[in-house]
């Protein structure tokens, strides 16, 4: 009687931190830009979070939650990107009066 035997060709994968992952240079993405609006006196809630929405493109919801974090840290970050793309979503909240910079920008 002759005896076979099926030698397994099944692999185990790799655990994750052996696995191979993209790595993504600050040189290949460019540098990420932040518009940020502090808390002032002067703009309502509503005001505030009907620019979130119209400007930003904010949910509601997101925008409500902007709009309280501001009021009570003082500020907050609203919007990340290429400053090429937040400049005008900046002017636009500067223009409609609430107090918005980007950081991050290059001078």
């Known amino acids: 009687m002759q005896d076979f035997y099926i030698k397994s060709t099944i692999t185990k994968p790799r ?7 993209d790595v993504l240079v600050e040189d290949e993405i460019g540098i990420e830009s932040r518009i940020i609006v502090w808390n002032d006196e002067v703009n309502t809630f509503d005001w505030v979070i009907d620019c979130f929405m119209e400007i930003l493109q904010h949910t509601q919801i997101q925008a409500e939650q902007l709009a309280l974090i501001i009021h009570t840290k003082g500020k ?3 919007k990340t990107g290429p400053v090429e793309e ?21 001078a």
């Open 15 to 21: 655990p994750l931190w052996e696995q191979d992952e």
């Open 76 to 78: 907050a970050i609203v």
């Open 86 to 106: 937040l400049r005008p979503r900046c002017d636009a909240l500067l223009d409609r009066g609430l107090s918005a910079e980007i950081d991050g920008e290059k």
